[in-house]
C-alpha cells in the first residue's frame, strides 16, 4: 500500500479534527512535549494545582495516624476515645477512610468548578437523526 496522502491534505484534515480544551484552541499546544510541571493550558495548569492539593491532603490524611503514633506512642495509645478505643486505632480505622471519601468529593467539587469555569461540558450530543436506540440492547449482536 503507497501512500498518497498530500502535506495539504493532512494539513486539511488536521485542522477539522481539532478539539478545544475548555474554550482554548489545542492546535497551540499539540506539538508541545507533555509536562506535568509546565502543562500547556491554563485548565491543565489550574487542574494540577487541584491534583497537587488533594495529594499532599491524602498524604497527610493516611500517613498522619501512623506517623503520630510512631512519634508521640503514649498520647496515641493511651488516649482513648468512643468507649475504650485507642486514638490511634480510631484514627486509622474511622478517621483514615472517611478523609479519603471526603477527598474524593473535594475533588469533584473542585473539577466541576474548573469544568464550570473553563465551560467544559460533558454532555453527550444528541443523535442527528433525532432517534435514539439508548432503551433498546440487542441481546444476539445484531440490530435491534
Known sequence: MSDTTTEADESDHAESAVETDGGVRTE???DEE???FKPATPFMRDHLKVI???FIAWILF???PTTATL???DLMTGTTVLGG???HFFLAAI???LAALLLSVGYAMQRDRLDSKYDISHEVEAEPDGESD???VATDGGEP
Open 28 to 30: 497551540a499546544y499539540l
Open 85 to 87: 478505643f485507642p486514638l
Open 34 to 36: 507533555i509536562n506535568i
Open 134 to 136: 439508548s432503551g433498546t
Open 52 to 54: 497537587w492539593a488533594s
Open 95 to 97: 478517621f483514615t477512610p
Open 71 to 73: 512519634l508521640a506512642p
Open 62 to 64: 493516611i500517613f498522619g
